[in-house]
């Protein structure tokens, strides 16, 4: 009830001081304008056929977009905009394109000096699987992205430090651990930024996903698709997308069935226990009011419930004499490793309301947005006993609301103020019941626990917290002389949720164009990172005492903001047209760098810190895309180490804990190299019916893991073996199949993941926060069919 009180007032402050600020601006403006001019600023209408505004809805896209082809002598202007009034058949319909506000947006958040991988729908479609895949798949074709287990993803040797914004606004973090609550299909573009980020992005800086939502306007109509193949894989999906008058909307929801829905334990071609259901839906409306004013929803739902894969031939570690016949066997459960039944259950909702607006020389966006998340796991009674010590039923849920305000100045020529600040609330509370065995003796110091008593005993512990994150930048984009920008800003931010903590933090950028298609950049920034809310853990360690489940060790300090010196410069050249070519390099020094880990049966991740931390590494990337051929490459090094855990001790061994104390370790999500490449070639492009062919690469130098019990190798100082996995796509596409004016193009589809069946490990279930082995996904063929309409 507090937090709502306190978000309630928060969205009431946020909306009565954007309209006070609104209404001042605009009169300023309409001031100026009748002192100027006299005269208001009309819209520019033409009238085209109703067949030919799709057409011109979505050239103007591209042009706002900066797609290739497009100068920047063609691009819309900040004051242009086109109103296009199909010929009327059965009643008045009026589609506003507002080319500029587009772009507006897009000028709200640039990337001066950042290092920014793009991703257009032709790119999203081609690679395998296309919008059927999830979004983190997507990202490892970005250079400097390693893969991990859970649906996880590391950028730039950071441990899941990345912000995802729908439209410029940024999502408060949630709990999903397996995939992601964002689908593909509901981008119509996306971007990767990474590097000495601009001052206006705080709290999470490894990188910055920016999705930019399909709308009604430029994908009007349908699509209906069924997808699935190997391992019970079945993926029904629906689109649909329309405009009318000042309104446009879009919407897509899918079920996904399949038995790989986390990753084997084992290497075998199937895995045991792993049925998945999930449900997914997207949509998104939006109200344009005039050409310079446009307010937009957009909300979400994930539901997803998964069953965690076995790992046969494990050894028990609670298992009595006397335990056949105790109440314990009687109960409903395994104790057979590759018989065990755990269950996972996940739901992320979200809804972000904006607001844009121009009004002469300012733009800005001003949004709130909400975020629920919760988690629920539930053990198999005996055999999490008999195996972990420990049977918990764990509940976690974090509900955030808060608002983002981002303007634009124009203030000269030579120079673009930007200006905002962000506020999450947030609520997250944790629950959980255990059965643990009491220990009977060997309480001394240096003896070996007891556990005589095969009767486990209940423990219930709960907790919720409520707390704040805000952050508030200034940053100016100076252009002293040709061919240089200059970009620099300050950026403060606090944290008030376990820990209470501030800084300031300056930022500057310098990109430099010596030469026609070369492009130079080097930038500072300094960050500060909240520790992660909804993963901090506030268990009650000395519930557990002299139990099976223990901690091991007493330490439970505060997991603290990580305070980071970030450097970054490279360069891009463009070769010839359509073939580009970059080099990146990177250097972080780390103050209490936040890690996460898995401890324990649920897949709950905990962070921890270390006192200090270093990543560095450098990218080299190139790609070429003309007319129907397209390739990339992807290749990067990195190197992330930390040293002295000073945090949620409580999760580690002493050993471990004295070892790294003094010592530098390498992160477990450490990967040496890392490489991605692709290429895709469409035949009868021109023609009636063309055929896409594409292929795509992942290579990995491998994750850490620890050496054999007993050796002299210190913790993660080993990796798993390195891999390399390829993918097949083709799609045939049937224009107009069908002969039927509702009927669109018509798609078949053969995808193939890992074509060479090749059998490899993400992890090997040793290691810092590691909890069991995964393995990556087997040879799987899928096919599908979609339809327009």
């Known amino acids: 009830m507090r937090v709502s009180r306190l978000s309630f007032a928060l969205a009431c402050s946020t909306l009565c001081s954007t309209a006070g600020f609104l209404a001042w601006v605009q009169q300023a403006h309409a001031q100026t304008q009748l002192e100027q001019t006299g005269t208001a600023t009309r819209s520019v209408h033409t009238s085209v056929p109703a067949q030919g505004s799709q057409a011109v809805a979505q050239a103007w896209r591209e042009k706002a977009q900066g797609h290739v082809g497009v100068s920047a002598k063609t691009r819309p202007t900040g004051r242009e905009t086109v109103t296009i009034e199909p010929a009327k058949v059965t009643q008045p319909e009026r589609v506003t394109v507002t080319a500029h506000l587009d772009r507006a947006r897009s000028d709200l958040q640039p990337d001066t000096g950042a290092t920014v991988y793009r991703f257009s729908r032709k790119a999203l479609e081609t690679i395998p699987g296309g919008d059927n895949v999830p979004l983190n798949q997507v990202l490892l074709q970005a250079p400097g992205v390693a893969q991990d287990s859970y649906g996880q993803i590391h950028v730039r040797g950071d441990h899941n430090e990345v912000q995802f914004r729908l439209d410029g606004v940024q999502l408060p973090e949630g709990l999903n651990v397996f995939g992601q609550a964002l689908m593909t299909r509901f981008a119509d573009s996306m971007s990767l930024t990474t590097g000495a980020l601009p001052s206006e992005f705080g709290f999470l800086q490894a990188a910055v996903v920016d999705i930019t939502t399909k709308n009604g306007t430029t994908n009007a109509g349908g699509n209906v698709s069924i997808y699935g193949g190997a391992r019970d894989y079945f993926f029904p999906s629906l689109q649909y997308g329309g405009h009318k008058g000042k309104w446009d909307y879009f919407a897509t929801a899918d079920f996904v069935h399949d038995r790989m829905g986390i990753e084997n334990t084992t290497g075998s071609f199937n895995a045991k226990h792993d049925l998945s259901n999930q449900y997914h839906f997207l949509g998104h409306a939006r109200y344009t009011a005039d050409e310079n004013t446009r307010i937009s929803f957009i909300a979400g739902i994930s539901n997803a419930e998964y069953q965690l894969p076995n790992n046969p031939g494990q050894q028990t570690q609670f298992a009595m004499p006397s335990y056949s016949g105790s109440a314990l066997a009687q109960q409903q459960g395994s104790s057979d490793s590759d018989s065990l039944n755990e269950h996972q259950k996940q739901i992320t909702d979200f809804a972000v309301l904006a607001l844009q607006k121009e009004i002469g020389k300012f733009s800005l966006q001003s949004s709130v947005f909400s975020r629920y998340s919760s988690l629920r796991y539930s053990p198999d009674p005996v055999g999490d006993l008999v195996y972990n010590g420990i049977a918990q039923r764990a509940a976690r849920s974090v509900f955030s609301m808060g608002t983002q305000h981002d303007v634009t100045w124009r203030a000269a ?13 947030e ?30 005993i209940s423990i219930h512990d709960g907790s919720g917290k409520t707390g704040t994150v805000y952050g508030l930048y200034a940053q100016d984009e100076w252009k002293p002389v040709k061919n240089l920008t200059v970009n620099y800003g300050l950026r403060f931010d606090g944290v008030s949720q376990y820990t209470s903590q501030m800084q300031v933090s300056p930022r500057i950028n310098v990109v430099w164009n010596p030469w026609h298609g070369g492009t130079f950049h080097a930038g500072y920034s300094r960050y500060f990172t909240p520790p992660p809310f909804e993963v901090v853990s506030s268990s009650a360690i000395y519930k557990f005492a002299k139990t099976s489940a223990a901690a091991a060790s007493n330490g439970n300090s505060t997991v603290r903001a990580e305070r980071d010196h970030y450097f970054d410069a490279g360069f891009q050249q463009q070769i010839l047209p359509g073939w580009r070519v970059s080099f990146d390099a990177y250097y972080k020094l780390a103050h209490n760098l936040i890690d996460e880990g898995q401890f324990g049966a649920p897949i709950i991740l905990s962070g921890f810190n270390y006192r200090r931390g270093q990543v560095n ?10 007319g129907a051929l397209s390739l990339y490459g992807n290749f990067s090094w990195s190197r992330a180490i930390g040293k002295d855990i000073t945090s949620a001790q409580f999760n580690f061994g002493d050993d471990d804990l004295n070892y790294i104390k003094n010592r530098w370790v390498h992160l477990d999500h450490d990967q040496r190299w890392t490489a991605s490449a ?5 035949f009868f492009q021109k023609g009636w019916h063309p055929l896409r062919v594409s292929g795509t690469m992942i290579y990995g130098s491998g994750l850490r893991k ?8 210190p913790p993660n100082g080993l990796s798993v073996p390195q891999y390399a996995t390829f993918n097949f796509s083709a799609v045939q596409t049937f224009k107009n199949l069908f002969g039927h004016s509702f009927l669109g193009d018509t798609q078949i589809r053969l995808d193939v993941t890992n074509l060479f069946d090749r059998t490899y490990m993400l992890r090997d279930g040793s290691g810092i926060g590691v909890g069991a082995p995964q393995y990556g996904l087997r040879r799987t063929i899928l096919t599908g069919i979609s339809q327009n309409f």
Request: charged share 25%; net charge negative; hydrophobic share 20%.
């Open 413 to 425: 020529q030579d120079h673009t103020v930007r200006f905002g600040f962000q506020v999450f609330v």
């Open 427 to 456: 609520r997250t509370t944790s629950k959980t019941d255990s059965q643990v065995f009491q220990q009977t003796g060997g309480f001394g110091d240096g003896e070996t626990p007891e556990f005589e008593d095969t009767t486990p």
């Open 617 to 626: 590494g450098y990218e080299v990337s190139t790609s070429y895309d003309l």
């Open 678 to 682: 692709g290429a895709s070639y469409t």
């Open 706 to 713: 620890d050496g054999p019990d007993g050796s002299d190798i």
